[in-house]
C-alpha cells in the first residue's frame, strides 16, 4: 500500500487566494461543481433544515448524558453507590464518545453519512427509553453508553457535514452553530434536569430525552440527504505533467454565495458560474428528486476497501495541526466535565445543602459562556481572517484562525482559579458560578477555532482528520481527570 502525503491530494493545504484583488467578490472554495446534486448548490432553506437537523441530534445525545448529572447525588443514594462510582455515568460515556468516532467514520466514508445518520438516531431513540425504564445502576450505564455510541455519529459527522455543505468564508460561523448546540446539551440539559429532578424523579428526563428524539429521528429520516460529494480525487498530482487535482477556487460574487447558491437546475448554475474546465462533471446529470435523496443506501464512490477506511486516518497523527487541536480540545472539554461531576457534591451537600433545582442552576452562566465561546470562535475569528486576508494581498492562510485562541486560554485558564479556590474555601455561589461561566467559554470557543482550522489544512481528508480529533481528545481529557 502506498501512501500519499494531504500535498499530494491538495497542493494548497489551505492556503488559498480568496479575493482577486481589493473589493473584488469573494473566490469560492471549495470549488463548486456544475453538477445539479452537489451539495454546495443547495438551497439556503434545504442546506439549513438538513445540518440543523444533525445539530439538534448532536445536542439531544448530550442533553441525554450530560443532563443527568444534577441527579448525580440522588442516584448515588438511590443505587447506594460512591461519588466516584457515580461518576462512571458521565465518565464511560464521554470516553464512549470518542472511542466510537473510530467506528462510524469509516462506514460513514464507504456506505454514506445518511445511513449511519438514520441508524445511530433510532438507536439513541431506543435508548433514551431503556434509561428510563433502568432499574439498577448497571443497566443505567449501559444505557448511557450505548446512546453515546450511536450519539458520536455526530461528532465527527456533523463537523464534516458542515464542511459539504458551506464554503471556507462560512465555515467558522457554520462550525460555531454545531459547536452550540453539541455543548448546549451539557448546560441546558442539567437545567432542565434540576427542576424535574425536584418535582419528579430523573426518570423524568429520560423520559423527556425520549420524546425530544422521536422527532429529530423523523426529521433524520426524511430530511437529511447524503451530503457526501466527492470533488477530489484522492491520488497525487500528475508528475509527468505537474497539474494539480486539488481545489481550484471559482469566483462568484458575494452576495449569491451567501444566498447559499440556490440554483433550481444546472443550467442556472453554469450561467452564473460561467464556462467549466472541461474535466468538470455533472454537466449532464439530472437532478434527484426527493424520493431519491433520502434513499438508505446512497451512491457513494467505494473505490478504497472498508478495512483500508480504518487504517488510513492513523498517518494523519502525525500532523501537527491534529496534535494541536486533540490537545486544545481536550484540556477545553476536560475543564466542563470535572465542574460537571463535582458540582453536585459540593451544592447539594454541606455547608450549601441546594436542590438539584437550584444546583441546575449553574447551568445559566454555563450557557452564557457557551455562547460567547460560540460567537467568538466562529464569527470573531471569521472577520478577523477576512481581515488578515486583505492585509496579505488576498491570500487565506489557516493559521490566521489560530491568532484568537488567546482569548478563551486567559478567561477560562482564570475560571479554573475562581472555581477552585471558590470550592476550596467555600465561598459564596456568585464566585463559584462566575468561575464556571469563565470555563465554559473554551467549550465551544476553542473547538470552532481548531476543528475549522484543521479542516481548513485537510479539507480532501477531513472526516477522517476530525475523527482523530474527537476520539483522542475524549481519551485524553479523561486521562486528565
Known amino acids: 500500500m ?69 441527579a448525580f447525588y440522588l442516584l448515588s443514594l438511590e443505587f447506594g453507590k460512591t461519588q466516584a462510582e457515580t461518576g462512571a455515568l458521565l465518565l464511560w460515556p464521554v470516553l464512549t464518545l470518542g472511542a466510537s468516532n473510530f467506528f462510524w467514520v469509516p462506514i460513514a466514508n464507504y456506505w454514506g453519512k445518511r445511513p449511519v445518520l438514520f441508524f445511530a438516531c433510532g438507536l439513541l431513540c431506543a435508548c433514551s427509553m431503556w434509561g428510563a425504564v433502568a432499574e439498577t445502576f448497571e443497566s443505567l450505564l449501559s444505557s448511557l453508553i450505548v446512546a453515546a455510541f450511536a450519539g458520536s455519529s455526530t461528532e465527527a459527522l456533523g463537523a464534516s457535514m458542515a464542511n459539504d455543505l458551506y464554503f471556507l468564508h462560512e465555515r467558522g460561523s457554520v462550525m460555531s452553530t454545531y459547536m452550540t448546540f453539541l455543548s448546549g ?10 427542576f424535574i429532578v425536584s418535582k419528579y424523579s430523573w426518570r423524568w428526563h429520560k423520559w423527556m430525552t425520549f420524546i425530544l428524539t422521536v422527532p429529530n429521528f423523523l426529521a433524520v429520516a426524511f430530511l437529511v440527504p447524503e451530503t457526501t460529494y466527492v470533488r477530489y480525487s484522492l491520488r497525487p498530482v500528475d508528475s509527468d505533467s505537474g497539474t494539480s487535482r486539488g ?33 468538470d462533471a455533472g454537466l449532464n446529470l439530472p437532478k434527484k428528486c426527493w424520493a431519491e435523496e433520502i434513499g438508505l443506501w446512497p451512491v457513494v464512490s467505494r473505490d478504497t476497501p472498508l478495512w483500508r477506511l480504518f487504517i488510513r486516518p492513523l498517518p494523519l497523527w502525525l500532523y501537527p495541526c491534529v496534535i494541536f487541536a486533540f490537545l486544545a480540545y481536550a484540556i477545553s472539554l476536560e475543564m ?18 441546594w436542590s438539584p433545582m437550584i444546583n441546575g442552576l449553574i447551568n445559566i452562566p454555563g450557557l452564557i459562556g457557551n455562547l460567547f ?13 477576512d481581515w488578515k486576508t486583505k492585509r496579505n494581498n488576498g491570500v487565506y492562510e489557516p493559521e490566521n484562525r489560530l491568532w484568537l485562541c488567546i482569548v478563551p486560554l486567559i478567561i477560562s485558564g482564570s475560571g479554573c482559579l475562581v472555581f477552585g479556590y471558590g470550592v476550596e474555601k467555600a465561598m459564596g455561589w ?52
Request: aromatic letters at 10%.
Open 430 to 481: 456568585v464566585s463559584l458560578f462566575f468561575g464556571y461561566g469563565m470555563i465554559s467559554v473554551a467549550l465551544t470557543a476553542v473547538p470552532t477555532i481548531t476543528i475549522a482550522y484543521v479542516s481548513d489544512c485537510l479539507l480532501p481528508l477531513n472526516p477522517d482528520a476530525l475523527m482523530l480529533v474527537n476520539g483522542k481528545k475524549q481519551h485524553d481529557s479523561l486521562l486528565v481527570e
Open 185 to 194: 446539551g451539557n448546560t441546558i440539559g442539567p437545567l432542565i434536569c434540576g
Open 247 to 279: 481545489p481550484t477556487p471559482r469566483l462568484v460574487s458575494r452576495s449569491n454565495a451567501e444566498k447559499g447558491l440556490g440554483f433550481g437546475n444546472a443550467q442556472g448554475a453554469r450561467s452564473h458560474l460561467g464556462d467549466t474546465d472541461e474535466s
Open 373 to 385: 465561546g460560540s460567537v467568538l470562535g466562529g464569527w470573531a475569528v471569521d472577520k478577523f481572517c
Open 2 to 70: 502506498v501512501l500519499h502525503s494531504v500535498h499530494d491530494l491538495d497542493p494548497t493545504e489551505g492556503t488559498v487566494r480568496l479575493y482577486r484583488a481589493e473589493n473584488s467578490p469573494v473566490v469560492l472554495v471549495p470549488k463548486p461543481s456544475n453538477d445539479p446534486n452537489d451539495p454546495l448548490f443547495w438551497s439556503r432553506g434545504k442546506k439549513r433544515v438538513a445540518f440543523l437537523s444533525v445539530c439538534w441530534f448532536a445536542f439531544l445525545t448530550n442533553f441525554g448524558i450530560g443532563g443527568l448529572t444534577p
Open 336 to 353: 466542563t466535565v470535572a465542574v460537571n461531576i463535582l458540582n453536585p457534591f459540593v451544592f447539594q451537600a454541606p455547608p450549601y445543602n
